[in-house]
């Protein structure tokens, strides 16, 4: 597939490009759609070109797939515009009503009924409205197996694609791709030194070999990796005992876990075909502050002792854990052959920030397309410009 890829940018050394999404509900998902259409015009079609893989967590992951699809379709339907903006009205249409309607008129109160699908039935619950009220807002583009997806990602016709909720039980990720992966499923060393590292993370195209797994409908692999609490109900794997998968987000909010130890495995070959990696990540929610605050009704003690004060700062303790693992690829790849850059959503009121459900305003919508002009966003634009075109001014060169 890298072969593949490298051949399709016509570059003796490609810059290679790794996109990673936060998740954050249809904010999320509206402001992903926002920074990859506009990364893709500003780079005249180079930044999606030169993508191999994208990875992320929850809204951010929806607003990817459905551009990555989108620009697929465009290829051989010149009609297809991924860099149209109702695309971003599409997305972020509202899921939340569907999803309230169902708990009320069928998970409480009535029995649950089913859905048959193929030669299988399947419980009808607010999940099965979420996959059917998003087909109808993204016009059905996206209903699709993940296995329909399997040829494209290997003539690297669209970029390898990662969903990777959380196992409940353990606490592994379960990697979704129709692409056999077992390669991140342990650090490299797990392979060289047998039994010196544990295996953290479950390949659906192995672990479930004789269930069908490209049989798997992507949209709900897409809600598996948005699975949060009480607003939709945990997916339970087919096995014994029963396995559940939640949101992406309690392992890693942005997929720079799945980036770092795609880099880490063939590290060998980006540096021997490639002229380096850049990560691009799009944030939908801002860095926390680092400052240890006090309530004002109780002592700095007892607030450390919280119990639940370290549930809240999940988000912060991932930023401390994805900046180790920059520093990680940083010394991996050498300072010239490895570069961040970042896109970050930042409300122009910051009392009045886009909400991270399943539910817009068309204020909030409006507010979440505007943060693209924002001075460092544009930077990061004229940043990933010039680093595509640099790239191939060297090319031409030589």
């Not at 129709?178 to 993370?201: C, F, H, L, R, W």
């Not at 949101?247 to 909010?253: K, Q, V």
């Not at 999940?314 to 850059?341: A, C, N, P, R, T």
């Amino acid at each position: 597939i890298l072969n593949n890829w490298k051949a399709k940018t016509g570059q003796e050394k490609p810059k290679m490009i790794l996109q990673c999404v936060s998740g954050g509900g249809l904010r999320a998902a509206a402001w992903t759609m926002q920074v990859l259409r506009n990364a893709d015009i500003h780079t005249e079609g180079n930044f999606m070109k030169n993508t191999v893989l994208m990875s992320g967590a929850s809204g951010g992951m929806i607003g990817m797939a459905y551009f990555r699809e989108l620009h697929h379709l465009a290829q051989h339907d010149s009609s297809i515009r991924p860099d149209n903006i109702q695309h971003i009205d599409e997305v972020s249409k509202d899921l939340l009503n569907s999803i309230a309607f169902t708990i009320v008129t069928n998970d409480i109160f009535l029995p649950v009924g089913s859905i048959e699908m193929g030669d299988k039935n399947y419980d009808y619950d607010r999940g099965y409205m979420f996959d059917k009220q998003f087909h109808e807002n993204t016009n059905h583009l996206l209903n699709k197996t993940l296995g329909d997806y399997k040829l494209a990602e290997q003539e690297a016709e669209m970029p390898l694609l990662f969903i990777t909720p959380y196992i409940v039980n353990d606490a592994r990720r379960f990697i979704i791709s129709p692409q056999p992966v077992s390669y991140m499923t342990i650090p490299p060393i797990g392979v060289e030194k047998p039994e010196s590292v544990d295996i953290d993370a479950i390949d659906i195209q192995n672990f479930f070999a004789n269930q069908q797994p490209d049989s798997l409908q992507f949209a709900t692999a897409l809600r598996m990796n948005a699975t949060y609490p009480y607003v939709l109900p945990a997916v339970s794997l087919p096995t014994q005992t029963e396995i559940k998968v939640m949101d992406a987000g309690f392992r890693d909010n942005y997929g720079i876990k799945s980036a770092t130890r795609f880099i880490h495995v063939f590290k060998d070959w980006i540096k021997e075909n490639t002229s380096g990696v850049a990560i691009v990540l799009v944030r939908s929610l801002e860095r926390e502050s680092r400052t240890i605050e006090a309530n004002e009704h109780e002592g700095i003690l007892n607030s450390l002792l919280d119990p639940l004060g370290i549930v809240g700062k999940i988000i912060l303790l991932q930023d401390y854990e994805h900046d180790s693992s920059m520093g990680f690829l940083y010394e991996l790849l050498g300072k010239d052959m490895f570069e961040i850059i970042e896109f970050n959503y930042i409300p122009s009121n910051e009392d009045e920030a886009a909400s991270m459900t399943f539910h817009l305003t068309d204020r909030e919508k409006k507010d979440i397309l505007q943060s693209i002009h924002l001075e460092q966003n544009q930077e990061s634009l004229e940043r990933l410009k010039e680093l595509l075109e640099s790239e191939q001014m060297i090319e031409n060169r030589e």
